[in-house]
DNA sequence: GCCGTTTTCGGCCCGACTGTTTTCAGTCG
Protein backbone atom coordinates (compact mmCIF):
# COMPACT_ATOMS: atom_id res chain seq x y z
CA UNK A 1 0.00 0.00 0.00
CA UNK A 2 1.56 3.24 -0.54
CA UNK A 3 1.44 6.52 1.00
CA UNK A 4 -0.97 8.58 -0.84
CA UNK A 5 -3.33 5.03 -0.73
CA UNK A 6 -2.99 4.72 3.49
CA UNK A 7 -3.91 8.44 3.40
CA UNK A 8 -6.52 8.32 1.80
CA UNK A 9 -8.39 6.03 3.90
CA UNK A 10 -8.09 7.96 6.71
CA UNK A 11 -9.58 10.98 4.91
CA UNK A 12 -12.00 8.71 4.06
CA UNK A 13 -12.57 7.93 7.64
CA UNK A 14 -12.88 11.67 8.58
CA UNK A 15 -15.55 11.88 6.04
CA UNK A 16 -17.43 8.53 7.04
CA UNK A 17 -17.01 10.02 10.91
CA UNK A 18 -18.47 13.77 10.26
CA UNK A 19 -21.28 12.54 8.17
CA UNK A 20 -21.92 10.52 11.64
CA UNK A 21 -21.84 13.41 13.67
CA UNK A 22 -18.41 12.79 15.25
CA UNK A 23 -16.60 14.92 17.23
CA UNK A 24 -14.82 17.74 14.89
CA UNK A 25 -11.82 17.67 16.81
CA UNK A 26 -11.74 13.26 16.52
CA UNK A 27 -12.69 13.52 12.42
CA UNK A 28 -9.79 16.25 12.24
CA UNK A 29 -6.91 14.40 13.99
CA UNK A 30 -7.53 11.66 11.47
CA UNK A 31 -7.12 14.55 8.81
CA UNK A 32 -4.28 15.35 10.69
CA UNK A 33 -2.90 11.24 9.92
CA UNK A 34 -4.01 11.52 6.46
CA UNK A 35 -1.84 14.75 5.48
CA UNK A 36 0.97 13.16 7.45
CA UNK A 37 1.38 10.11 5.80
CA UNK A 38 0.45 12.00 2.55
CA UNK A 39 3.82 14.35 2.64
CA UNK A 40 6.11 11.81 3.89
CA UNK A 41 9.37 11.04 1.80
CA UNK A 42 10.08 7.77 3.42
CA UNK A 43 7.33 4.98 2.27
CA UNK A 44 4.99 4.71 5.34
CA UNK A 45 6.20 0.88 5.08
CA UNK A 46 9.55 1.72 6.36
CA UNK A 47 8.38 3.78 9.36
CA UNK A 48 6.00 0.91 9.98
CA UNK A 49 8.89 -1.34 9.78
CA UNK A 50 11.19 0.09 12.32
CA UNK A 51 8.33 0.83 14.51
CA UNK A 52 8.52 4.88 14.63
CA UNK A 53 4.81 5.71 13.19
CA UNK A 54 3.68 7.41 16.95
CA UNK A 55 6.61 9.75 15.96
CA UNK A 56 5.52 11.09 13.56
CA UNK A 57 3.49 14.18 14.20
CA UNK A 58 0.05 14.47 14.35
CA UNK A 59 0.21 10.46 15.24
CA UNK A 60 -0.54 8.83 18.45
CA UNK A 61 -0.88 5.42 19.43
CA UNK A 62 -4.21 4.26 18.15
CA UNK A 63 -3.36 6.12 14.59
CA UNK A 64 -0.18 3.90 14.60
CA UNK A 65 -2.23 0.91 15.19
CA UNK A 66 -4.53 1.63 12.56
CA UNK A 67 -1.32 2.16 10.04
CA UNK A 68 0.05 -1.14 10.73
CA UNK A 69 -3.23 -2.91 10.56
CA UNK A 70 -3.77 -1.50 7.27
CA UNK A 71 -0.55 -2.50 6.09
CA UNK A 72 -0.80 -5.95 6.59
CA UNK A 73 -4.43 -6.84 6.20
CA UNK A 74 -5.11 -4.27 3.38
CA UNK A 75 -8.09 -2.76 5.06
CA UNK A 76 -9.33 -1.34 8.38
CA UNK A 77 -11.60 -2.51 11.05
CA UNK A 78 -13.34 0.79 11.77
CA UNK A 79 -13.43 1.84 8.32
CA UNK A 80 -15.23 -1.28 7.88
CA UNK A 81 -17.84 -0.69 10.86
CA UNK A 82 -18.51 3.10 9.15
CA UNK A 83 -19.27 1.64 5.97
CA UNK A 84 -21.69 -0.32 7.83
CA UNK A 85 -23.77 2.32 9.16
CA UNK A 86 -22.49 5.19 6.43
CA UNK A 87 -23.27 4.06 2.75
CA UNK A 88 -19.57 4.74 1.50
CA UNK A 89 -20.92 6.37 -1.77
CA UNK A 90 -22.12 9.23 0.42
CA UNK A 91 -18.84 10.58 0.13
CA UNK A 92 -19.05 11.85 -3.85
CA UNK A 93 -21.64 14.03 -2.50
CA UNK A 94 -19.49 15.74 -0.20
CA UNK A 95 -17.69 17.01 -3.14
CA UNK A 96 -20.30 18.87 -4.47
CA UNK A 97 -20.43 22.81 -3.35
CA UNK A 98 -23.02 23.63 -0.64
CA UNK A 99 -23.12 19.95 0.33
CA UNK A 100 -21.74 19.09 3.36
CA UNK A 101 -21.56 16.68 6.32
CA UNK A 102 -24.76 17.73 7.86
CA UNK A 103 -26.39 17.82 4.24
CA UNK A 104 -25.53 14.77 3.22
CA UNK A 105 -26.53 12.83 6.15
CA UNK A 106 -29.98 14.04 6.01
CA UNK A 107 -30.14 13.80 2.27
CA UNK A 108 -29.52 10.22 3.50
CA UNK A 109 -31.28 10.09 6.00
CA UNK A 110 -35.04 11.43 4.93
CA UNK A 111 -34.43 10.55 1.18
CA UNK A 112 -32.59 7.40 1.17
CA UNK A 113 -29.99 9.57 -1.25
CA UNK A 114 -26.70 7.24 -1.54
CA UNK A 115 -25.00 8.71 -4.43
CA UNK A 116 -24.61 11.58 -6.79
CA UNK A 117 -26.85 9.53 -8.79
CA UNK A 118 -29.68 9.43 -6.13
CA UNK A 119 -29.66 12.90 -5.66
CA UNK A 120 -29.96 13.92 -9.51
CA UNK A 121 -32.77 11.53 -9.54
CA UNK A 122 -34.55 12.96 -5.71
CA UNK A 123 -33.89 16.91 -7.78
CA UNK A 124 -35.46 15.84 -11.02
CA UNK A 125 -38.50 14.15 -9.18
CA UNK A 126 -38.52 17.35 -6.99
CA UNK A 127 -38.34 15.54 -3.82
CA UNK A 128 -36.01 17.74 -2.14
CA UNK A 129 -38.44 20.35 -1.46
CA UNK A 130 -39.85 20.55 1.78
CA UNK A 131 -36.73 18.74 3.36
CA UNK A 132 -35.76 20.43 6.87
CA UNK A 133 -33.22 23.42 5.37
CA UNK A 134 -33.64 22.74 1.96
CA UNK A 135 -35.40 26.13 0.46
CA UNK A 136 -35.62 27.19 -3.13
CA UNK A 137 -32.29 28.47 -3.28
CA UNK A 138 -30.54 25.90 -1.68
CA UNK A 139 -32.20 23.67 -4.37
CA UNK A 140 -30.99 25.70 -7.31
CA UNK A 141 -27.05 25.83 -5.28
CA UNK A 142 -27.36 22.30 -5.47
CA UNK A 143 -28.60 21.66 -8.78
CA UNK A 144 -25.91 24.31 -10.43
CA UNK A 145 -23.26 22.22 -8.43
CA UNK A 146 -24.12 19.00 -9.97
CA UNK A 147 -23.84 20.82 -13.45
CA UNK A 148 -20.81 21.60 -12.33
CA UNK A 149 -19.57 18.89 -10.76
CA UNK A 150 -17.37 17.40 -13.43
CA UNK A 151 -15.71 20.83 -15.02
CA UNK A 152 -14.58 21.93 -11.21
CA UNK A 153 -12.83 18.60 -10.16
CA UNK A 154 -9.41 18.50 -9.37
CA UNK A 155 -6.55 21.03 -8.74
CA UNK A 156 -5.10 23.99 -11.09
CA UNK A 157 -1.38 23.38 -12.05
CA UNK A 158 0.44 26.42 -10.32
CA UNK A 159 1.39 27.60 -14.03
CA UNK A 160 -1.86 28.08 -14.89
CA UNK A 161 -3.36 29.57 -11.58
CA UNK A 162 -0.51 32.28 -11.90
CA UNK A 163 -1.37 33.62 -15.35
CA UNK A 164 -4.51 33.75 -14.06
CA UNK A 165 -3.36 35.33 -10.88
CA UNK A 166 -1.66 37.80 -13.04
CA UNK A 167 -4.64 38.90 -15.01
CA UNK A 168 -7.08 39.37 -11.92
CA UNK A 169 -4.40 41.84 -10.07
CA UNK A 170 -4.08 43.86 -13.60
CA UNK A 171 -8.22 43.70 -13.70
CA UNK A 172 -8.65 44.45 -10.27
CA UNK A 173 -5.81 47.06 -9.77
CA UNK A 174 -7.64 49.14 -12.76
CA UNK A 175 -10.78 49.54 -10.80
CA UNK A 176 -11.88 52.96 -9.16
CA UNK A 177 -10.60 53.08 -5.85
CA UNK A 178 -8.59 49.98 -5.60
CA UNK A 179 -5.07 50.77 -4.04
CA UNK A 180 -3.73 47.25 -3.81
CA UNK A 181 -4.52 43.84 -5.08
CA UNK A 182 -2.21 40.92 -3.71
CA UNK A 183 -2.57 37.19 -4.07
CA UNK A 184 -2.51 34.73 -1.22
CA UNK A 185 -3.39 31.38 -0.47
CA UNK A 186 -1.52 28.05 -2.02
CA UNK A 187 -0.73 30.24 -4.98
CA UNK A 188 1.49 32.75 -2.69
CA UNK A 189 3.35 29.83 -0.75
CA UNK A 190 4.04 28.26 -4.13
CA UNK A 191 2.52 25.05 -3.89
CA UNK A 192 2.59 22.96 -6.93
CA UNK A 193 -1.17 22.77 -7.68
CA UNK A 194 -3.98 24.91 -6.44
CA UNK A 195 -7.09 24.12 -5.38
CA UNK A 196 -8.46 28.03 -5.66
CA UNK A 197 -7.30 31.35 -5.77
CA UNK A 198 -7.38 33.58 -2.55
CA UNK A 199 -7.28 37.46 -4.08
CA UNK A 200 -7.14 40.45 -1.70
CA UNK A 201 -7.46 44.17 -1.96
CA UNK A 202 -7.22 47.79 -0.29
CA UNK A 203 -10.23 49.91 -1.66
CA UNK A 204 -12.25 52.89 0.30
CA UNK A 205 -15.68 50.93 -0.76
CA UNK A 206 -15.99 47.11 -0.92
CA UNK A 207 -19.22 46.32 -2.34
CA UNK A 208 -18.73 47.88 -5.97
CA UNK A 209 -15.55 45.88 -6.14
CA UNK A 210 -16.94 42.88 -5.22
CA UNK A 211 -19.88 43.36 -7.78
CA UNK A 212 -17.29 44.34 -10.44
CA UNK A 213 -15.09 41.64 -9.48
CA UNK A 214 -18.47 39.12 -10.29
CA UNK A 215 -18.79 40.54 -13.33
CA UNK A 216 -15.13 39.76 -14.53
CA UNK A 217 -15.57 37.92 -18.22
CA UNK A 218 -14.07 34.46 -17.36
CA UNK A 219 -16.61 34.79 -14.55
CA UNK A 220 -18.76 31.17 -15.15
CA UNK A 221 -21.02 31.16 -11.42
CA UNK A 222 -21.37 33.57 -8.58
CA UNK A 223 -20.78 31.47 -5.20
CA UNK A 224 -21.13 34.24 -3.10
CA UNK A 225 -21.32 38.40 -3.29
CA UNK A 226 -21.12 40.27 -0.32
CA UNK A 227 -20.04 43.84 1.41
CA UNK A 228 -16.36 42.54 1.67
CA UNK A 229 -16.34 39.33 0.17
CA UNK A 230 -17.00 38.16 -3.47
CA UNK A 231 -16.74 34.22 -4.12
CA UNK A 232 -17.01 32.96 -7.94
CA UNK A 233 -15.99 30.34 -10.27
CA UNK A 234 -13.75 31.12 -13.20
CA UNK A 235 -12.86 29.72 -16.64
CA UNK A 236 -9.30 28.66 -16.12
CA UNK A 237 -7.01 26.46 -18.72
CA UNK A 238 -9.60 23.12 -19.61
CA UNK A 239 -11.14 23.74 -16.37
CA UNK A 240 -12.69 26.59 -14.06
CA UNK A 241 -11.27 27.18 -10.51
CA UNK A 242 -12.50 29.12 -7.60
CA UNK A 243 -11.53 32.34 -6.95
CA UNK A 244 -12.31 34.21 -3.71
CA UNK A 245 -11.88 37.97 -3.26
CA UNK A 246 -12.06 39.88 -0.08
CA UNK A 247 -11.36 43.90 0.72
CA UNK A 248 -9.71 44.36 3.51
CA UNK A 249 -8.68 47.72 5.04
CA UNK A 250 -5.02 49.10 4.85
CA UNK A 251 -4.83 49.35 8.37
CA UNK A 252 -5.42 45.18 8.85
CA UNK A 253 -4.03 44.69 5.69
CA UNK A 254 -0.34 42.24 6.67
CA UNK A 255 -3.31 40.24 9.40
CA UNK A 256 -5.21 39.25 6.16
CA UNK A 257 -2.28 38.78 3.97
CA UNK A 258 -0.75 36.58 6.83
CA UNK A 259 -4.29 34.56 7.96
CA UNK A 260 -5.31 33.96 3.99
CA UNK A 261 -1.81 32.75 3.12
CA UNK A 262 -1.91 30.16 5.57
CA UNK A 263 -1.40 27.38 5.39
CA UNK A 264 -3.99 26.28 8.19
CA UNK A 265 -1.44 24.32 9.66
CA UNK A 266 0.74 27.06 10.09
CA UNK A 267 -1.78 29.83 11.02
CA UNK A 268 -2.69 27.05 13.89
CA UNK A 269 0.74 27.26 15.13
CA UNK A 270 0.76 31.07 14.82
CA UNK A 271 -2.06 30.81 16.99
CA UNK A 272 -1.42 29.07 19.58
CA UNK A 273 1.79 30.72 20.31
CA UNK A 274 -0.39 34.07 20.07
CA UNK A 275 -2.71 32.38 22.71
CA UNK A 276 -0.01 31.63 25.33
CA UNK A 277 1.09 35.05 25.56
CA UNK A 278 -2.62 35.49 26.57
CA UNK A 279 -3.14 37.39 22.86
CA UNK A 280 -5.53 36.32 19.71
CA UNK A 281 -4.93 36.34 16.43
CA UNK A 282 -7.20 36.84 13.54
CA UNK A 283 -7.72 38.57 9.90
CA UNK A 284 -8.24 41.87 11.70
CA UNK A 285 -4.81 41.28 13.49
CA UNK A 286 -2.87 40.57 16.75
CA UNK A 287 -4.91 41.53 19.63
CA UNK A 288 -4.67 42.02 23.56
CA UNK A 289 -8.14 42.60 24.61
CA UNK A 290 -9.24 45.85 22.94
CA UNK A 291 -6.01 46.75 21.89
CA UNK A 292 -4.27 46.01 19.07
CA UNK A 293 -0.88 44.64 18.91
CA UNK A 294 0.07 44.51 14.99
CA UNK A 295 -2.16 44.36 12.28
CA UNK A 296 -0.63 46.77 9.33
CA UNK A 297 2.34 44.68 8.28
CA UNK A 298 3.03 40.72 8.39
CA UNK A 299 6.75 41.74 9.31
CA UNK A 300 5.18 43.32 12.58
CA UNK A 301 2.92 40.38 13.65
CA UNK A 302 5.87 37.98 13.06
CA UNK A 303 8.10 40.00 14.61
CA UNK A 304 5.85 40.73 17.52
CA UNK A 305 5.00 36.68 18.30
CA UNK A 306 9.25 36.75 18.27
CA UNK A 307 9.40 35.22 14.99
CA UNK A 308 11.94 36.32 11.94
CA UNK A 309 8.97 37.35 8.87
CA UNK A 310 8.79 33.51 7.10
CA UNK A 311 8.70 33.14 3.42
CA UNK A 312 5.39 32.02 2.72
CA UNK A 313 6.54 28.51 0.68
CA UNK A 314 8.04 27.36 4.24
CA UNK A 315 4.40 28.23 6.12
CA UNK A 316 3.51 24.51 5.89
CA UNK A 317 4.08 23.98 9.84
CA UNK A 318 6.98 21.72 8.91
CA UNK A 319 9.19 23.30 11.61
CA UNK A 320 9.34 26.96 10.54
CA UNK A 321 8.76 28.20 13.89
CA UNK A 322 12.09 26.48 15.81
CA UNK A 323 15.21 28.64 16.07
CA UNK A 324 17.39 29.02 12.87
CA UNK A 325 14.58 27.22 10.43
CA UNK A 326 14.56 30.10 8.19
CA UNK A 327 17.84 30.18 6.28
CA UNK A 328 19.05 34.01 5.56
CA UNK A 329 20.17 32.59 2.27
CA UNK A 330 17.12 31.23 0.86
CA UNK A 331 17.15 30.66 -2.64
CA UNK A 332 15.85 33.70 -4.66
CA UNK A 333 15.79 33.54 -8.59
CA UNK A 334 18.66 36.28 -8.68
CA UNK A 335 20.62 34.15 -7.02
CA UNK A 336 20.38 31.36 -10.38
CA UNK A 337 23.74 32.35 -12.70
CA UNK A 338 22.45 30.26 -15.54
CA UNK A 339 20.31 27.34 -16.74
CA UNK A 340 21.85 23.58 -18.05
CA UNK A 341 18.80 22.14 -19.73
CA UNK A 342 17.61 23.28 -22.81
CA UNK A 343 16.61 22.36 -26.42
CA UNK A 344 16.83 24.30 -29.54
CA UNK A 345 15.54 23.02 -33.07
CA UNK A 346 18.33 20.40 -33.14
CA UNK A 347 15.86 18.40 -31.09
CA UNK A 348 12.46 19.61 -30.25
CA UNK A 349 12.95 23.07 -29.66
CA UNK A 350 11.63 26.11 -31.15
CA UNK A 351 15.02 28.36 -31.10
CA UNK A 352 18.38 28.80 -32.14
CA UNK A 353 21.30 28.47 -29.46
CA UNK A 354 21.50 32.51 -30.51
CA UNK A 355 18.34 33.16 -29.41
CA UNK A 356 18.49 31.20 -26.27
CA UNK A 357 21.97 32.88 -25.38
CA UNK A 358 20.41 35.77 -26.21
CA UNK A 359 17.85 35.11 -23.87
CA UNK A 360 19.66 34.20 -21.53
CA UNK A 361 21.92 37.27 -21.18
CA UNK A 362 18.50 39.16 -21.05
CA UNK A 363 18.08 37.25 -17.52
CA UNK A 364 21.12 38.05 -16.80
CA UNK A 365 22.72 34.57 -17.04
CA UNK A 366 26.23 33.86 -17.09
CA UNK A 367 26.12 30.53 -18.74
CA UNK A 368 23.71 27.91 -20.84
CA UNK A 369 24.10 24.42 -21.56
CA UNK A 370 22.27 23.05 -24.65
CA UNK A 371 20.97 19.45 -23.79
CA UNK A 372 19.31 17.44 -27.33
CA UNK A 373 17.35 14.46 -27.08
CA UNK A 374 19.59 11.49 -27.74
CA UNK A 375 18.71 8.82 -30.24
CA UNK A 376 16.60 6.54 -28.69
CA UNK A 377 14.22 9.34 -27.99
CA UNK A 378 13.31 9.66 -31.88
CA UNK A 379 9.53 11.27 -31.44
CA UNK A 380 11.49 14.44 -29.82
CA UNK A 381 14.06 14.91 -32.64
CA UNK A 382 16.68 12.70 -30.60
CA UNK A 383 20.87 12.52 -32.41
CA UNK A 384 22.62 9.58 -33.22
CA UNK A 385 25.68 10.00 -32.73
CA UNK A 386 26.96 11.19 -35.79
CA UNK A 387 24.39 14.09 -36.06
CA UNK A 388 25.28 14.76 -32.05
CA UNK A 389 28.84 15.70 -33.25
CA UNK A 390 28.30 17.87 -35.96
CA UNK A 391 25.27 19.73 -34.07
CA UNK A 392 28.07 19.95 -31.23
CA UNK A 393 30.67 21.82 -33.65
CA UNK A 394 27.91 23.80 -34.34
CA UNK A 395 27.26 25.05 -31.07
CA UNK A 396 31.15 25.39 -30.49
CA UNK A 397 31.35 27.55 -33.40
CA UNK A 398 28.37 30.05 -32.27
CA UNK A 399 29.61 29.93 -28.54
CA UNK A 400 32.88 31.81 -30.42
CA UNK A 401 30.76 34.37 -31.53
CA UNK A 402 28.62 34.89 -28.64
CA UNK A 403 29.48 37.58 -25.84
CA UNK A 404 28.70 37.87 -21.97
CA UNK A 405 27.08 34.35 -21.58
CA UNK A 406 29.49 30.93 -21.61
CA UNK A 407 27.27 28.40 -24.00
CA UNK A 408 28.50 24.65 -23.39
CA UNK A 409 27.11 21.43 -25.22
CA UNK A 410 25.59 18.70 -23.72
CA UNK A 411 23.18 16.36 -24.08
CA UNK A 412 19.72 14.93 -22.45
CA UNK A 413 20.73 11.27 -22.98
CA UNK A 414 18.46 8.98 -22.70
CA UNK A 415 18.32 5.81 -19.84
CA UNK A 416 17.42 3.04 -21.30
CA UNK A 417 15.39 0.01 -20.16
CA UNK A 418 18.25 -1.85 -18.76
CA UNK A 419 19.81 1.08 -17.19
CA UNK A 420 22.38 1.10 -20.24
CA UNK A 421 22.61 4.67 -21.63
CA UNK A 422 21.89 5.64 -25.13
CA UNK A 423 25.18 7.31 -26.01
CA UNK A 424 28.58 5.23 -25.07
CA UNK A 425 30.92 7.02 -22.87
CA UNK A 426 33.70 8.06 -25.26
CA UNK A 427 30.92 10.06 -26.78
CA UNK A 428 29.94 11.44 -23.57
CA UNK A 429 33.31 12.40 -23.03
CA UNK A 430 33.53 14.80 -25.67
CA UNK A 431 30.53 16.94 -24.04
CA UNK A 432 30.75 19.62 -21.38
CA UNK A 433 27.71 18.82 -19.07
CA UNK A 434 25.09 15.42 -19.07
CA UNK A 435 21.81 15.05 -18.41
CA UNK A 436 20.35 11.76 -18.24
CA UNK A 437 16.44 11.39 -17.97
CA UNK A 438 13.80 8.62 -18.15
CA UNK A 439 11.57 8.79 -21.08
CA UNK A 440 10.01 4.81 -21.62
CA UNK A 441 9.72 2.47 -19.58
CA UNK A 442 8.21 4.60 -16.57
CA UNK A 443 5.62 1.51 -16.02
CA UNK A 444 8.36 -0.16 -14.10
CA UNK A 445 8.30 -1.29 -10.52
CA UNK A 446 10.53 0.58 -8.01
CA UNK A 447 13.01 -1.61 -7.84
CA UNK A 448 14.03 -1.75 -11.53
CA UNK A 449 13.53 2.19 -11.52
CA UNK A 450 16.27 2.28 -9.31
CA UNK A 451 18.37 -0.05 -10.78
CA UNK A 452 18.10 2.41 -13.68
CA UNK A 453 18.64 5.54 -11.84
CA UNK A 454 21.53 4.31 -10.15
CA UNK A 455 23.50 2.89 -13.11
CA UNK A 456 22.95 6.15 -14.65
CA UNK A 457 24.46 8.19 -11.89
CA UNK A 458 27.12 5.59 -11.54
CA UNK A 459 28.61 6.60 -15.05
CA UNK A 460 31.08 9.37 -14.50
CA UNK A 461 29.91 11.27 -17.50
CA UNK A 462 27.03 12.01 -15.64
CA UNK A 463 26.21 15.23 -14.04
CA UNK A 464 22.42 15.60 -13.35
CA UNK A 465 19.31 13.54 -13.29
CA UNK A 466 16.69 15.14 -15.43
CA UNK A 467 13.03 15.29 -13.59
CA UNK A 468 13.85 11.88 -11.50
CA UNK A 469 10.26 10.68 -11.22
CA UNK A 470 8.68 11.25 -14.19
CA UNK A 471 6.01 12.47 -13.15
CA UNK A 472 3.15 15.30 -15.26
CA UNK A 473 1.31 16.96 -12.84
CA UNK A 474 -2.49 15.93 -12.92
CA UNK A 475 -1.79 13.39 -16.17
CA UNK A 476 0.71 11.03 -14.85
CA UNK A 477 1.98 9.93 -11.63
CA UNK A 478 5.15 9.93 -10.61
CA UNK A 479 7.42 6.59 -10.91
CA UNK A 480 7.76 4.37 -8.11
CA UNK A 481 11.49 5.37 -6.61
CA UNK A 482 13.21 4.86 -3.93
CA UNK A 483 14.53 8.21 -3.25
CA UNK A 484 16.56 7.38 -0.78
CA UNK A 485 19.17 5.64 -2.45
CA UNK A 486 19.14 7.70 -5.45
CA UNK A 487 19.53 10.87 -3.33
CA UNK A 488 22.47 8.82 -1.75
CA UNK A 489 24.07 8.00 -4.69
CA UNK A 490 23.92 11.14 -6.01
CA UNK A 491 25.75 12.80 -2.87
CA UNK A 492 28.50 10.14 -2.71
CA UNK A 493 29.38 10.57 -6.73
CA UNK A 494 28.56 14.66 -7.21
CA UNK A 495 25.73 14.23 -9.35
CA UNK A 496 23.26 16.81 -9.47
CA UNK A 497 19.24 15.89 -9.09
CA UNK A 498 16.86 18.01 -11.17
CA UNK A 499 14.38 19.97 -9.95
CA UNK A 500 12.84 20.84 -13.31
CA UNK A 501 11.09 23.74 -13.12
CA UNK A 502 8.17 23.35 -16.09
CA UNK A 503 4.92 23.34 -14.38
CA UNK A 504 3.37 20.09 -15.52
CA UNK A 505 6.72 18.72 -14.28
CA UNK A 506 7.58 20.47 -10.94
CA UNK A 507 10.22 17.11 -10.64
CA UNK A 508 12.11 16.44 -8.21
CA UNK A 509 8.78 17.87 -6.15
CA UNK A 510 9.63 20.27 -3.27
CA UNK A 511 9.26 17.13 -0.08
CA UNK A 512 11.89 15.05 -2.21
CA UNK A 513 14.37 17.74 -2.81
CA UNK A 514 14.24 18.29 0.66
CA UNK A 515 15.00 15.16 1.22
CA UNK A 516 17.82 15.07 -1.35
CA UNK A 517 19.34 17.87 0.39
CA UNK A 518 19.30 16.23 3.36
CA UNK A 519 21.25 13.36 2.17
CA UNK A 520 23.91 15.57 0.53
CA UNK A 521 22.57 15.76 -2.79
CA UNK A 522 23.42 18.79 -5.22
CA UNK A 523 19.94 20.40 -6.98
CA UNK A 524 20.24 21.98 -10.29
CA UNK A 525 17.07 23.62 -11.20
CA UNK A 526 16.10 23.83 -14.82
CA UNK A 527 13.17 24.63 -17.03
CA UNK A 528 13.82 22.28 -20.08
CA UNK A 529 13.27 24.74 -22.21
CA UNK A 530 11.46 24.44 -25.48
CA UNK A 531 10.31 27.90 -26.67
CA UNK A 532 12.00 31.02 -25.56
CA UNK A 533 9.07 32.34 -23.13
CA UNK A 534 9.21 28.85 -21.04
CA UNK A 535 12.42 30.27 -19.43
CA UNK A 536 10.10 32.41 -17.27
CA UNK A 537 8.84 29.51 -15.72
CA UNK A 538 12.06 29.50 -13.74
CA UNK A 539 10.24 30.81 -11.06
CA UNK A 540 7.82 27.56 -10.45
CA UNK A 541 11.66 25.88 -10.18
CA UNK A 542 12.88 28.44 -7.27
CA UNK A 543 9.53 28.26 -5.30
CA UNK A 544 9.83 24.60 -5.31
CA UNK A 545 12.95 24.73 -4.46
CA UNK A 546 12.19 27.56 -1.64
CA UNK A 547 9.53 25.20 -0.16
CA UNK A 548 12.27 22.61 0.18
CA UNK A 549 14.56 24.56 2.15
CA UNK A 550 16.71 24.94 -0.32
CA UNK A 551 19.80 27.66 0.25
CA UNK A 552 22.08 29.35 -2.56
CA UNK A 553 24.57 26.71 -2.08
CA UNK A 554 22.89 23.84 -2.54
CA UNK A 555 21.74 24.41 -6.28
CA UNK A 556 24.71 23.71 -8.80
CA UNK A 557 23.56 26.70 -11.01
CA UNK A 558 23.76 28.99 -8.54
CA UNK A 559 27.73 28.44 -8.95
CA UNK A 560 29.90 30.62 -11.17
CA UNK A 561 30.70 29.19 -14.43
CA UNK A 562 34.31 27.32 -13.06
CA UNK A 563 32.57 26.01 -10.48
CA UNK A 564 30.01 24.14 -12.63
CA UNK A 565 32.79 22.82 -14.59
CA UNK A 566 34.82 21.57 -11.60
CA UNK A 567 31.70 20.09 -10.41
CA UNK A 568 31.44 18.08 -13.42
CA UNK A 569 35.66 17.66 -13.92
CA UNK A 570 35.66 16.53 -9.93
CA UNK A 571 33.62 13.44 -10.64
CA UNK A 572 35.16 12.11 -14.03
CA UNK A 573 38.58 12.60 -12.37
CA UNK A 574 37.14 10.57 -9.50
CA UNK A 575 36.60 7.49 -11.88
CA UNK A 576 39.98 7.81 -12.67
CA UNK A 577 41.34 7.54 -9.79
C1' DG B 1 -7.73 11.20 18.38
C1' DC B 2 -3.67 14.04 19.74
C1' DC B 3 -1.01 16.58 22.81
C1' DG B 4 1.84 18.88 26.82
C1' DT B 5 6.94 25.85 28.97
C1' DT B 6 -1.37 26.25 31.79
C1' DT B 7 1.22 18.23 30.81
C1' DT B 8 -2.25 12.81 31.64
C1' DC B 9 -7.28 16.01 31.25
C1' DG B 10 -9.28 19.40 28.84
C1' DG B 11 -8.58 21.88 25.24
C1' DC B 12 -8.34 21.75 20.11
C1' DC B 13 -9.29 29.16 15.48
C1' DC B 14 -12.90 31.61 14.09
C1' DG B 15 -15.30 34.81 10.89
C1' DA B 16 -18.01 35.70 6.31
C1' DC B 17 -21.68 34.44 3.75
C1' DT B 18 -25.98 32.16 2.72
C1' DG B 19 -30.40 30.58 3.39
C1' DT B 20 -34.01 29.82 6.08
C1' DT B 21 -34.65 31.38 10.29
C1' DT B 22 -37.38 34.55 14.08
C1' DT B 23 -31.87 34.01 16.48
C1' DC B 24 -29.22 30.28 13.95
C1' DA B 25 -27.11 26.22 11.41
C1' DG B 26 -24.35 24.78 7.75
C1' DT B 27 -20.60 25.43 4.67
C1' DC B 28 -16.29 27.10 3.61
C1' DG B 29 -11.74 28.52 4.07
Same mark, same amino acid.
Given at each position: ??? +??????? @??????????????????????????? #?????????????????????????? #?????????????????????????????????????????????????? *?????????? +????? !???? &????????????????????????????????????? !?????????????? +???????????????? /??? +????????????????????????????? $????? #????????????????? %???????? %?????????????????????????????????????????????????????????? @???? %????????????? *??????????????????????? !?????????????????????????????? !????????????? *??????? &???????????????????????????????????????????????????????????????????????????????????????????????? /???????????????????????????????????? $??????????? %?? $???????????????????????
Amino acid at each position: MTN +AEVARVF @EEIADLLEIQGADAFRVNAYRRVARTV #AELTEDVRAVAARGALAELPGVGKAS #AQKIVELLETGSLALRRELTAEVPESLLELLRIPSIGPKKAALLWRELGV *RSVADLEAAL +AAGRL !AGLK &GFGAKSIAQIARGLAFRAESAGRTRLGEAWALAEELR !AALGALPGVERVEC +AGSLRRGCETVGDLDL /LCV +ARDGPPVVEAFTRLPRVRMVLASGATKGS $VRMAV #AASTIQVDLRVIPADVF %GAAWQYFT %GSKEHNVRLRELAVRRGWSLSEYGLTEGDRTIAARNEEDIYAALGLPWIPPELREDRG @ELEP %GAVPDDLLTERDL *RGELHMHTRASDGHHTVEELAAA !ARARGYAYICVTEHSQSSAIAGGLPVAALR !AHAARVRAAAAQI *RDVTVWI &GTEVDILADGRLDYPDEVLAELDFVIASIHSGLGHDSAANTRRTLAAIANPYVNCIGHPTGRLINEREAMPLDLEAVAQAAARTGTALEINANFYR /LDLKDQHARRARELGATLCINTDTHSLDQLDQMRFG $VLTARRAGLRV %GD $VLNTRPAEEVRAFVERKRRGARA
